[in-house]
């Protein structure tokens, strides 16, 4: 069975499915449905395809067969190509420039040579993320190239991304991939001579239509140009003729060079004339200086041995130093080691002595209790005493007031109705004070009443106050969040996105960037420790880093006009620190078991990471889950190397000698916030809920606000009626006294304060009892006291102990201390005196080193001067005078004192150099000369080849539109580089403006005109796509037969387009007709063709 979208050659191709289902069965499961348009086996093996032997008949270069995916309107299509005549039949939208599109991307070209967009990426089909296209190219015949690489096929893939991006992959013939270059698909297509932006080799419909209609006579002339190729040709000869003048320029240069070189050689045989004239005196010179020379060696000797027998010296200082040092640092090792144990047992006694100091605050509570009751018992005394003596003088004053009345014995008979109105008198007293009494405890009652409301009352508008700030600070909240959600890095302030552009302003400014705020360089890798972290860091999350103080002070500046001077409060802090490139190596870490801070944190800046185990310590506060855990942990004794402890919740735990615990009021995350628009809706819940608590507190108020006045009425009310009544009672009392300074005429008051008399002793006697068992009690001590104050005199005198104790173990630190910084002192006076001799040591070796390189060096230039070392010594004085005659005879001849060899040597080097640069001169004229005839040679044989294709494609148009009993010639002007086309219709006039012609005469005319240029241009691929599109039936017959014609003439291979019925041709053997699928309507567009309808 043929292949899908493929037809045996004669016959017309079936339309592939568009939907294939492949089922299978694993492990019970219901069958899947695969991707719809992807046919099992899909994967095109070239070595299954084309197995037949190699046949150097074929044509290199044709396109045995095409496959799409996802591209344009095609889900899925593949076509095999015949050799030579491939006709493409489809309606119109059914996906045929598809076809030419996808050799066009395949074999290299780019998106706008298709004349449909400039993105690849638009080529895709709607609603998939990539497309794959591939060609497989004819590598057979005697213009295939690397049969041994590629095979006989060549298969090129080409994979688009919806982003625009596209890569290939060049297969053999096997299926192997070769290589994933485009540079090899050029290769391979200028090989086989596609050029697929050549409208001769893939002529578009756009082009097809609108070539004879829109184009110039100066655009169709390049149009020729490019067609044929000799475009490229005319770059070519201007390349070539500035690549000639470049080279006259290179000559003119080195002619120049020449006459220099020329010069400097004379020059220097001059100066070898001079030179030769010098050089006995220069030899003799050149002898005492060696002598002079020598003579130095042996001062270097000398001052070499002194320095080696210093170096000795240095050498053993510097050992004793340090051993001394090393025996420093080993007693201090040892009083470290014994300070640690010191420390360890003062931490114990530190805690004895805190557990022994709360047995003893417990045991003073209780003694502090049972004073207080002592002493309750000792003011009861007091008072009984004083209301003792207080019954004692009233005794005595009823005793003098007896003894008065005795001794008067006088009568009246108006006292009876005297005491009757005494007696009313202090009856209405009684009710009027009983009255009083009963007012005044009600007056009490309500005006606590009142007390009692205002306080609720205020408690109520404190509620209302805090509510209303809660709510303000809930929608300040709120609004930070909804800035954040647009730019996150408001979350870190109101002011940051300002700070942040005014920072990029002032860029220039600052020798490094500040890095901030620190939050944003912070993400968190566990979401359920976010209110934890910022417990512990939450104050530096939003600072700013600066490199030095320079740049503080710019971003100081920054701050001082970002952020008002009343909103000092939203004002970042800003730390100076040196930028890191990696993080801190040496960190004092808890034990490994347990989580720390810096663990949960993933810090993309190595300073800002830096900062927070700086300002943070985040690498020593740990991360703990349970509160019992933490609590037995931190309670007991901080892990090692840790100073808190965190929970979820935000509880914190730290125990720096003493443990303490603190709670968070946080709800929720500020800046580790991941879900910004759950956390608004979250804030306007709360919101809502405070608005409804602040209504239901006003309510409250009002009502206790109602109730107060009431109350405030009533205590006003009851303070009147209370004046009235007391204004009442002194009335009457006043009266009653008036009346009791009347005195009685018999003994009967007498006897009534006998009585009373009497009763006063009766209460003396109680007092007297109640006083006496009252300081029978207080004198008492219980046993509970007695053990309490025993026990808390014991706990006293162990506090005392172990003060004192503490206080030995501080006194012995202080003196560890003491000799650590003595012994520390110490050793830093003697690696001070151990770096001061290291330093002589090195400054020894280096002049040593100095000195024998000096004397190797001056060893080497005497040896120079003079071979033999001198047996004995040298005077000095006498050489230097001998010396400077011969210098002074030099320096009168100072312009020949060059060295005669180097001179003689660089004359040589000159006449070399002069030599090869005469040899490149005439070489560079010759080739010039050969340049200039090959450039003249090569323009007029482009203009010969130029004018003979102009002819050829003139008389290949005319006999073209021959074919049709047309008449027309293509007239070329070389000069003007234009190309005009003059065409006589049948029984028309002639017309020189192609866009005076008919649809269909002007498309005849385009395929002509296209014939003509196929006669010239040498391809192994032509594809045309609606090139018949405006020709009538006999028209379109004609131009039918015509390309068929030609196309078997030439035995390429021609790929056509069409949308036409093509029923009138006679299918032959190297014929094969492709239809295209149906193209799929919508909804849209079948109800608007029935609105047309």
Known sequence: MPKRGSSTSGTVAAVPRKKQKNTQSTNGHDTEEQDENIPPNSTFESSQLFKETPDLHKNAGTILRISVKNFMCHTFLEFDFNENLNMVIGNNGSGKSAIMNAITLTLGGRATST?????????????????????????????????????????????????????????????????????????????????????????????????????????????????????????????????VRNSKGLLIDHIKKKKEIQAQQEDLQAQLKFAESVRNAKSDANNLQGQLEWAEVFNLEKSLAETEQKLLDNRYAVEEYMKKRDALIEDIKNEKTKRDELLRKAQEVANNAIEEKRIHDDLERRMKLFNKERRDLLNEVNKSEKELQIQIELKKKLQNKIDEMRRKATGNNDYDRVRQRMEELQISIAEQRQILSMKENEQVNFRQLYDDERQIQFNDQAAVKQHEDSLRKRRGHIQHLKAAKEDRVTIYGRYTLAILKEIEKQAHRFKQMPIGPVGKHIRLIDRKWAIAIEQAIGNIIPSYLCSCREDERVFLEILTRCVPAQDMDYRPSVTVMKFQSKI????????????????M?????????????????????????????????????????????????????QNLNVFRCYTCKAQSARYFVEDLAEQIIRAEKDCHAIEREIQEAKLKSNETQKRVGQHQQTVTSLETTINEIKLKIGRLGKELRELQSIEAPNNSNIDDCENDLSEYDTRIETLKERIKEQKSKSEVESPEYRQVLDDLAQARQRVMEKREEAEQCKTTLQSCDALKENGQRAINELQKGLDDNQRKLDQQ??????????????????QNLVQQRPDEEIDTKTVRRNLDALLKFIETNKNVTHDLQKIEQRVEQVTQELNVFCRIVDKQEKLIHKLFKAARHRGQQYKNLLESTAKLTSSCFTSFLESRNYTGEAIFDHQERTLSLEITPRGDEVHKDTRSLSGGERSFSTVCFMLALWEVVEMPLRCLDEFDVFMDHVTRRTAMNLVLEVAREKKKQYIFLTPQDLSFLKITPDMRILRMPQPKRTLVQINNENDSD
């Open 115 to 243: 004349s449909r967009c400039s993105n690849i990426g638009r080529f895709i089909q709607h609603g998939k993320s990539n497309a794959e296209i591939s060609v497989v190219l004819c590598n057979q015949g005697l213009e295939a190239i690397d049969i041994e690489r590629f095979g006989r096929t060549i298969t090129i893939i080409r994979k688009i991304t919806i982003k625009g991006s596209s890569n290939y992959l060049i297969k053999n013939e096997y299926g192997k991939t070769v290589s994933e270059r485009k540079d090899t698909i050029d290769i391979i297509v200028a090989h086989f001579n596609i050029q697929v932006d050549n409208p001769m080799c893939m002529l578009n419909q756009d082009i097809a239509k609108n070539f004879l209609n829109t184009k110039s006579t100066k655009e169709k002339y390049n149009f020729f140009l490019k067609a044929t190729q000799l475009q490229k040709m005319v770059e070519d000869l201007e390349q070539n003729t500035i690549e």
């Open 584 to 599: 801190y190596q040496q960190l004092r870490l808890p034990p490994s078991s347990f989580t720390t801070i810096l663990s």
């Open 601 to 653: 944190l993933d810090i993309d800046n190595p300073t800002v990471a830096c900062f927070l185990i700086d300002q943070g310590r985040v690498e020593q506060r740990i991360l703990m889950d349970n509160y019992e855990t933490a609590r037995r942990i931190m309670e007991r004794s901080s892990p090692p190397n840790c100073i808190a402890a965190y929970l979820p919740n935000g509880t914190e735990m």
């Open 845 to 862: 070796e280096a002049t040593k080193t100095f000195v024998e390189k000096r004397l190797e060096k001056q060893l080497e230039n005497a």
